[in-house]
């Protein structure tokens, strides 16, 4: 008789299959999920090794899967001078000054999630500001939205930016009156941060571990790692080959790096990073930026800029043309696409992929999808291909800027969550961490539920809010389809892998705003527990 090494048992069990929780124990064996039903069927499978949790009413589910963050640079958050509760530039200024005084031996002071669309005056701050606090060390802070930067002088001179400095393609350095203000815009974001985050192998490693960390606290079990050019730097491949294969992943990861002309590298990429925690998932392009940045492509012009849509981040023939191309090596290409004209031009691209390459199970997505035309709705599902949404970047926006930026009547198709569910789309969810406030999948969920801004009381298009089951599914089952897992992960079934979270109450029977102070008691991945905050029966009896 094979035995059960351990037991989870509750009277809300949320399978991901149906809509609601209900009363079930689980058997488990080595990684995976060996039987399923009530206590009584569970009998013959326990012996007296076998551990056993007795839940009652805490809500156990399958693992989180973080379907959109960028690894590094999330963990690089959780030791970084934290600029998002500043209200004033004088205030991060100060924030980033302690933390300097704190951290002596810290050759340059990181720091993120600044907004200025928070501060009164709402106006982008500057170098002279970082330059009262901290003259002899450089300062790089990067935005909350990730597209820009705020640096001080001395990290101006350490970097050999100067006013005479030329822009690179799609980014610039900000200039008034001739004289640089110390704001970095786009790939300028990138050639800083090339020098900015060129630490250590020995400190990469502590900002993953840090990483897995706060993922287990969190009931993360899963996340897809997305490139993003400001933290291309810190990407190490060997590091986490090596932590692999000396079994120190605590959460699986899929990684998606940059998609290029030549894309040979991603082939050996696949053949060699194909475990069970870490594995090659497709390409990551970018097709625009952020709206408020005005770096989003739009497919009409700015409300507050007549004449101007924004731009592409690369030609829309180089972009249709490297599509095609990975799709006929059978890659799976994924395209940050924030503006309406961004979402149009990537679902072109993989329409004329289809055409040229044949229809095939490529699972494509496009990430963010701010704004979009109502009309490329349903070419999602018509091309299979998935949306990929971050939904607390609602409230990460105050809606009256995104109003002034883009207008009324677009309002209405910003982050259309429930629409794409209707249309009969794909979706997954993700944070977008470190541009997210927290690695906390619920805040994201409570975000998708209730569609609050960051007021807490404005809501964006009630109409679009989705259902608590359709949620979790969207952070569950729906980044292990994208991830072509859909056969291991994301639901609790006999067969597939143990990676679950329990959190400490029935979320389905709360007030939906006790979301937001729900904890997570337990993380398992494999089979082991990797964050628990709660004791165990080990009688072996029940």
Not at 250 to 269: C, G, N, W, Y
Not at 290 to 319: N, Q
Request: overall charge negative.
């Amino acid at each position: 008789m094979i035995h059960a090494d351990i037991i989870i048992s509750s009277n809300s069990i949320f399978t991901g299959l149906a809509d609601k929780p209900e009363p079930a124990s689980i058997a488990i064996r080595d990684n995976k999920i060996i039987g399923m039903g009530s206590m009584n069927e569970m009998l013959p499978l326990i012996n007296e090794n076998t551990e056993i949790y007795q839940f009652e009413d805490e809500l156990v589910m399958p693992g989180f899967h973080d379907f959109h963050l960028h690894l590094m640079m999330a963990g690089l958050q959780l030791v970084s001078v934290d600029l998002a509760s500043a209200r004033s530039e004088e205030e991060a200024a100060k924030k980033v000054f302690e933390f300097a005084q704190e951290n002596p031996d810290e050759e340059w002071i990181i720091g993120m999630q600044w907004d200025s669309s928070y501060w009164g005056p709402q106006q982008m701050p500057t170098r002279h500001s970082l330059d009262q606090v901290i003259l002899d060390r450089p300062v790089f802070l990067l935005h909350a939205e990730g597209h820009f930067a705020w640096l001080n002088s001395k990290a101006l001179e350490v970097l050999q930016i100067n006013e005479f400095t030329p822009d690179p393609e799609f980014g610039s350095y900000e200039k008034v009156n001739g004289k640089l203000t110390g704001i970095l815009y786009e790939n300028a974001v990138t050639t800083a941060s090339e020098k900015a985050l060129n630490f250590s192998k020995e400190k990469k490693s502590r900002i993953l571990e840090r990483f897995m960390e706060e993922a287990a606290k969190y009931g993360i079990t899963s996340v897809n790692d997305m490139f993003a050019p400001f933290d291309e730097v810190l990407r190490d491949y060997k590091l986490l080959e090596e932590m692999d294969l000396n079994d120190r992943l605590s959460v699986r990861i899929h990684l998606t790096p940059e998609i290029k002309e030549d894309i040979t590298f991603a082939q050996k990429m696949g053949e060699e990073l194909n475990s069970g925690k870490l594995k090659y998932s497709g390409l990551k392009g970018f097709l625009d930026g952020v709206i408020t940045g005005y770096t989003a492509l739009l497919l009409k012009p700015y409300e507050d800029k007549p004449g101007f849509c924004g731009e592409p981040a690369m030609p829309p023939e180089r972009v249709i043309n490297w599509v095609v191309n990975a799709d006929r090596q059978g890659h799976r290409v994924r395209f940050h696409a924030v503006g309406d004209g961004a979402v149009r031009l990537a679902l072109d691209a993989f329409e004329e992929a289809q055409k040229i390459n044949g229809k095939r199970d490529a699972r494509h997505t496009i990430e963010h999808i701010d704004i979009i035309d109502p009309n490329d709705i349903p070419r999602f599902k018509e091309l299979g291909v998935i949306a990929s949404f971050q939904p607390d970047l609602i409230a990460i926006v105050e809606r009256g800027v995104y109003e002034k930026l883009v207008g009324k009547q677009r309002l209405e198709y910003v982050y259309p969550i429930q629409t794409f569910q209707e249309s009969g789309a794909q979706i997954a969810f993700g944070t977008d961490t470190p541009i997210a406030r927290s690695l906390n999948p619920l805040t994201q969920i409570f975000s998708a539920v209730t569609r609050m801004d960051c007021s807490g009381v404005t809501v964006w298009n009630s109409n679009d809010c989705i259902s608590l089951s359709e949620a979790l599914k969207a952070y569950t089952i729906g980044p292990a389809y994208g991830s072509f897992r859909e056969h291991e992960l994301g639901t609790l079934e006999v067969g597939k892998l143990a990676d679950l979270t329990i959190l400490d109450r029935n979320i389905f029977e709360k007030p939906i705003g006790e979301l937001l102070e729900t904890k997570v008691k337990m993380t398992m991945v494999d089979g082991r527990v990797v964050s628990k905050e709660m004791k165990s029966s080990t009688t072996g009896t029940v």
